[in-house]
Every structure is written in C-alpha cells, then in structure tokens.
C-alpha cells in the first residue's frame, strides 16, 4: 500500500502533535505554516534578547504530554528540561495572599490561619475530586465522531459526577465556604476563558488536577516544547513548511482532497488536518456554500471565551516575586461579570503575571526579567475598539495597578523594550476568531459530541485538532484531541 499522505495546517500544538504521531505510524506528513516558526500561540516572541511565550506559560498534566512523546518514540526529557513549582503560584488578595500547593498538610496551615475551620476542607476537595476526575478522565480521551459514543460505558458512568445543575464555584461551595478561599480553587476557569460562576461544575477536575499532579516549568519557557516537537516530526521524515500560508482547503464532492496555498501551488492529500483557529477556519478555508453547520453567522451565535490583553515586558532588574502570580481584582465577580456578561473593561482588573526569569536565567539578558502579563478581556463580539488610545492608556492601567499591587513599584521605570498585543490584534493579526484566545466557551452545550467533531462532520477526509474540538481549550486537551484526530485517521482512512 502506498504511503498515506496528510496535510496539516498550521504548526500549533495541535499540528505539531498530531504530526509526531502519525510520521511515527507511517503515514507521510507536511505541515504548512503561515508564520516563520513554529508553535502558533504556543511560540515564542524574541525581543531584544528577551524570549516571551506568547500564550501559555502554566504547565498542568504533564504526564498527558510524556505521552505524546513516547507515541512518537521519543521521551520528553531528551528534548525538554522540566522543574516542577512548588508553591505552584501566588494568590494575591488585597490583604493576604495564598500560595497553593500539591502539599496538603501546607495548604491545611495557610488555610486555618486565614480561614479557621475551613482546612478541613482540603481532604475532602480531594476526595471527592479524585472520584470525578477518575470518572471523567476516560471520557475526554474518546472521540465523539458519532452520536453513538455519547452513550459509552465511561460517559455513562461518568454522568453523575458531572454535577449538571451546578456551576465550578457551586462544587467548591461543598468544601470551603468563604467566597474568596472558593475562588482559591476556581480560578481555573479563566484557562479556558469562562466565569467560575457560569462554568461547569464538571471542570473542577481542573483544579484537582493542579493539588494533586503539580504545575511545571519548561526552561527556555514553553513556547520550548514546540520547537522540540518540530524536531520530532523532522526526525521522523515529516516536513515542516514556514512561512507558507494556507488559501483553502480542496474538496470535491464532500471529500477533502488536499490544500492550496496561498502561493497558488496545490498539495494534494489523502487527508487533511486543521490545526488553524475553528472559527477562522470555518470562515476562511472553504469556498463558499461548502460548510453548513458552521458558517460565520452561526458561530457567532455561538457562546465564546474571554480575550486577553497581553504585555511583554523586557525589564532591566530581577524582582522577588513567584514565578506564576495573580492579582486579583478587589471586586473579582463584578471584573468577571464585566468580562463575560457587560463586554467592557473593568477598572478594577484582575492580572496574571509570570516572572520567570528569576528562576530561569535563560530568557533573558544577565540580571534582566522577560516579564509576561495577562489580563482577561471581553472578545470581540460586543467588545470595545482597541484604538491606539484606548490600547495605550489601558496598558498605563495595568502597569499601575501591577505597581499597587506587588512589590514592582517601580515597573514603569525599568522598561527597557515591550510589545502589547490586544483582543484586536488576536482577531485581525494572529487569526483568531473573535479574538476569542480559549476559543469557543465550554457549557455544556458546546462540550462532547455539542462540540467541532475531531473527524470534521461536514467534510470526510478532514480532522480538526486545537482547542476548537474535543476535548476542548489547554495544552493538555489540545495534545489529546491530536491523539484522538491521528487514531481516527487509523481508524478510518486505511480501511
């Protein structure tokens, strides 16, 4: 038989995933990206001697990606070096803060000091989370390419645990009750950009996952383990084509057939995976009439995540402050509120800042920091302009409010060079749909089988991987929908 060959598009860690483990089974692999490196939002911005990850910087689930490693025969350590954190971040409060940890008996004495009597709490957090996420984590290793899969034995036995009726802040309520100490453990939800008090219950897995498994550190920043899955595919025959952008998808009939690049060549492919943003995608990448489900004016009826607006900092000192830190907002349900429900800014902001250069030297220049702020936004669906003023004296905010709030307070004064990018820029520059950075949101309704299908329903010959389909939005669902997309096409192109 001849070699099988797959197009995919776009180099994210979706692409790169699934590109490893289907040049590890034989099939033959090109991957085309429209930027000149790999990674997607998972690369890496270099600014003048500074290296920043322009997207995720937590590492949860590690174990998920040795997986992906050894599919392709390989083992993560020989490409990646790994330091779990531990405290994994700090949780700023304007009177205290909180430092969680994988160790119990550290967050029972943070917790009776500030919260007596509530450190009983964390023995049954993870008791009774461990049975969720025992129950639930077969299910999102499925694929739900047919409504049949929606009845499986483990999505069966799994559906008391999903605690339908109830939102992730509600299932912390039953262990903890001051409001503040809930939102210690549902925080979470801004990873895949959604409101604690609207996000499924069924996602404080999440937080589990982070007590029970730990958060880690790539050094060189994560943004590393792109480059090292680009060399996977490399070492195992695949090929790697930058700065080559994508125009469509070739389909006849109802088959895909191959790709055309913006350049005009044609790429013809036994199957075609897209790794591009699902929205961006739907819109861009077919002639028109093609796609029915998923046209514009039906995605954007859909519900969507939260943006970002996002600060790389080169700065000339190293500050003591942890590695991962958030600030929250003073009022942080009414920032959420503002975020998801009013579409506007909140002057009381909530702010994620990572400052890895003090236990990473390799990311910057000696004795300077490549500080990484975030700041989640509304998207761009009702959202507002993000002119250059508006960009400008949001970023005056954030910067002061990073000072208020942390021992920085003289930031602003050793900036040596700094790149913002705002929802806008997300949509208009990096692609993304709506600027929505999580993708679409994670109710129920949009989750499973509700959900962009791994094995695309609309064209045969087609698969999807990123976090516009199953599982769903985070490094660690994004390499499993690669999985589940590359054993798919076992499944159902070599038959």
Not at 386 to 395: I, N
Request: glycine share 6%.
């Amino acid at each position: 038989m001849a070699e099988k060959h797959i197009a995919i598009i776009g180099a994210g860690p979706g692409g790169l995933t699934a590109g490893m483990i289907l040049a590890k089974r034989g099939y033959k692999v090109s991957i085309f990206e429209k930027e000149p490196k790999v990674g997607g939002r998972n690369a890496s911005i270099e600014m003048n001697g500074y290296s920043f990850d322009i997207g995720p910087t937590f590492l949860m689930m590690t174990f998920t990606l040795r997986e992906m490693f050894e599919e392709a025969g390989r083992s993560l350590d020989d490409y990646c070096k790994v330091t779990p954190l531990d405290p994994m971040y700090k949780l700023s409060f304007e009177e205290y803060a909180v430092y969680p940890s994988t160790d119990k008996t550290y967050m029972k004495e943070q917790i009776a000091k500030l919260f007596p009597g509530n450190e009983k709490g964390v023995d049954l957090f993870h008791r009774s989370e461990k049975t969720r996420y025992d129950k639930m984590y077969p299910c999102l290793k499925k694929d739900y390419s047919t409504f049949k899969e929606m009845f499986s034995a483990d999505l069966i036995k799994a559906l008391p645990y999903l605690s339908l009726n109830k939102s992730l802040i509600g299932a912390l309520s039953r262990y903890f009750t001051p409001e503040e100490l809930q939102i210690c453990f549902t925080f979470q939800a801004k990873y895949i950009g959604m409101s604690p008090w609207e996000c499924p219950a069924a996602f404080a897995i999440m937080p589990y996952i982070e007590h029970s498994f730990g958060v880690d550190h790539v050094e060189g920043g994560l943004s590393k383990i792109s480059d090292a899955m680009a060399k996977v595919v490399k070492e195992l025959g695949g090929e790697i084509h930058l700065n080559t952008a994508v125009k469509k998808v070739l389909v006849d009939g109802k088959n895909a057939t191959g790709i055309v690049l913006a350049a005009g060549d044609v790429v013809n492919a036994d199957s075609v995976v897209i790794n591009a943003d699902f929205g961006h995608a739907m819109e861009t990448l077919f002639d028109k009439g093609i796609i029915k489900k998923w046209t514009p004016e039906k995605l954007r009826r859909k519900k969507y995540s939260c943006s970002t607006f996002m600060l790389y900092l080169g700065v000339d000192k190293i500050y003591d402050e942890p590695h991962h830190q958030i600030v929250f907002a003073r009022d942080y349900k009414e920032n959420v509120k503002d975020i998801i429900s009013r579409s506007r800014l909140s002057e009381d902001m909530s702010i994620y800042v990572r400052n890895a250069s003090k236990l990473d030297p390799t990311i910057a220049p000696q004795g300077h920091s490549a500080l990484y702020v975030l700041v989640p936004t509304p998207n761009m669906l009702k959202s507002v302009s993000w002119d250059e003023k508006t960009v400008e004296e949001y970023r005056d905010k954030v910067i002061k409010r990073i000072s208020e709030r942390t021992s920085m307070k003289d930031l602003n004064q050793h900036i040596t060079c700094e790149k913002i990018i705002s929802p806008a820029d997300w949509q208009n520059e990096r692609s993304i749909f709506l600027g929505a950075t999580f993708n679409l949101g994670h109710n129920i309704t949009q989750m499973l089988y509700m959900r962009p299908r791994n094995k695309f329903e609309e064209i045969d010959h087609c698969y999807l991987v990123g976090g516009g389909t199953h599982p769903g939005s985070g490094l660690p669902t994004i390499y499993e929908s690669a999985r589940i997309s590359a054993s798919l096409i076992d499944k159902y192109e070599n038959q």
